[in-house]
């Protein structure tokens, strides 16, 4: 694995661009970073590494380390991201393309509460 690119809102690791825990902000301002990815997560965790590890569920081992991610706004996916991981509080509508099938499939199996919209056309 590269060495991650890190700002004060993200890492980038790979095909990997992970929010940290304290990111809330429309993703509107980031369409054309998110196009460059197939995985979006939203971390739990202070540590990209420790998300990896736990694959962002709590860990009893990380315990001082996790943090709720904060991130609930709506979210709108381009057809790049095949792979979305939530933080534990998120509850806003998430717009999908039709080649976003894996994470339809995963939402669902999920929670069955999350209401979905799938569109044709290709996002800008």
């Not at 509107?28 to 569920?57: G, Q, R, V």
């Not at 009893?60 to 709108?76: G, L």
């Amino acid at each position: 694995m590269n060495e991650p690119i890190e700002t004060g809102d993200y890492w980038i690791v790979n095909k990997y661009l992970i929010f940290k825990p304290e990111f809330n902000d429309s993703l509107d301002k980031y369409a054309n970073l998110l196009n460059k990815y197939t995985w979006l997560i939203f971390s739990n965790y202070d540590d990209w590494k420790i998300c990896f590890e736990t694959n962002n569920k709590y860990t009893y081992k990380y315990d001082n380390q996790y943090i709720y991610s904060k991130f609930n706004q709506p979210i709108k996916l381009n057809q790049n991201i095949t792979h979305l991981t939530m933080g534990e509080p998120f509850n806003k509508p998430i717009e999908l393309n039709k080649k976003n099938c894996y994470i339809v499939k995963q939402i669902f199996n999920i929670n069955n509460e999350y209401k979905l919209n799938i569109y044709e056309g290709v996002f800008e």
